[in-house]
């Protein structure tokens, strides 16, 4: 049938072509780990295992196993089975539009690599990603909803595509007040989100080091703040990196849903725990979504239709 004709395509699922391997530090453990990223079967979702523990257990990457955010997303299984820091390498998943993989990890911890997706970005490019031919899934916004404590929300409005727009505001000078707003796609996260790094002030690296936290932290994996000052040698990587690495935290947490997202996202000053309870709070009202097949017109234009 010819193109002219120009009618819709589906988009189909995807994952990666070979298998690709890292070895990094825990940011918080502080411990070595390999991790390897094996292809995933259509439907399969994101999944980890720990080959470190006795019958290879397996964490699923979604939002209801998330046990703890203090200063990062970490996941549970039913069997207390731990995979900690998880939020970089889903962003790095939801930005190639990976929605099936097997994550095979030596420890409990995900690699920090340099604190941002780069890192797995290039693996994951390189290993090459293919389509599966089974209809890809999204969820679609229809309904307008917020969550909100103290002054920090998420709020969400219905739109065509995944757009985030960004609010952080921090006393120390080096960082203020930064707000960005993004049409997300592939390109748009490797270019504007993918590098971004996390953050930390100096003056709290000793209280967490004193609670077992940020052991793996350091100006090599992390950007580091002093009295508005970077302590970074090379500097930033953007002028604003601190709300660009926001918004890429918030599209691995938002990733834990299992889909993507069709609508146009508001957060001020939220962070993990505001995140997965954004999760819980729309999904569990089934009138706020529709979960609909995304379909291509063109390369340049995408659009979905509802699963009947």
Do not use: W
């Amino acid at each position: 049938m010819p193109d002219s004709l120009n009618l819709p395509k589906l988009k189909f699922q995807k994952t990666l072509e070979n298998v690709v391997n890292c070895d990094g530090v825990g940011l918080h453990s502080g411990n070595q780990v390999n991790m390897s990223v094996f292809p995933a079967e259509p439907n399969e979702g994101i999944s980890f295992v720990r080959k470190d523990l006795s019958g290879n257990p397996v964490i699923k990457a979604c939002y209801k196993n998330v046990y703890d955010t203090n200063l990062g997303t970490s996941l549970e299984n039913k069997e207390g089975i731990k995979v900690k820091t998880v939020e970089h390498l889903m962003a790095a998943f939801m930005g190639l539009g990976i929605d099936n993989a097997k994550v095979i990890l030596s420890a409990e911890e995900v690699p920090i690599m340099d604190g941002s997706s780069q890192d797995f970005l290039n693996l994951f490019i390189k290993a090459g990603i293919k389509e599966q031919f089974v209809v890809k899934k999204v969820i679609k916004v229809i309904k307008s909803f917020s969550v909100s404590e103290g002054n920090c929300s998420i709020s969400v409005v219905p739109s065509q595509n995944f757009i985030v727009d960004y609010k952080i505001d921090f006393s120390d000078k080096a960082i203020g007040v930064q707000n960005l707003k993004l049409n997300i796609c592939s390109d748009v996260f490797k270019r504007d989100v993918g590098s971004a790094r996390t953050f930390g002030m100096l003056s709290e690296v000793k209280n967490m080091h004193k609670h077992g936290l940020a052991l793996g932290g350091s100006i090599d994996n992390a950007i580091v703040v002093d009295d508005g000052h970077i302590l970074n040698p090379e500097g930033l990587r953007y002028q604003d990196e601190f709300v660009r690495h926001k918004i890429l935290d918030f599209c691995g947490d938002i990733y834990l849903a299992g889909y993507t997202f069709e609508g146009s996202f508001n957060a001020i000053c939220a962070g993990h725990k505001l995140n997965n309870k954004f999760l819980f709070d729309f999904l569990d009202k089934t009138e706020n979504y529709e979960i609909i097949e995304s379909v291509v017109i063109n390369k340049d234009k995408e659009t979905t239709l509802a699963v009947a």
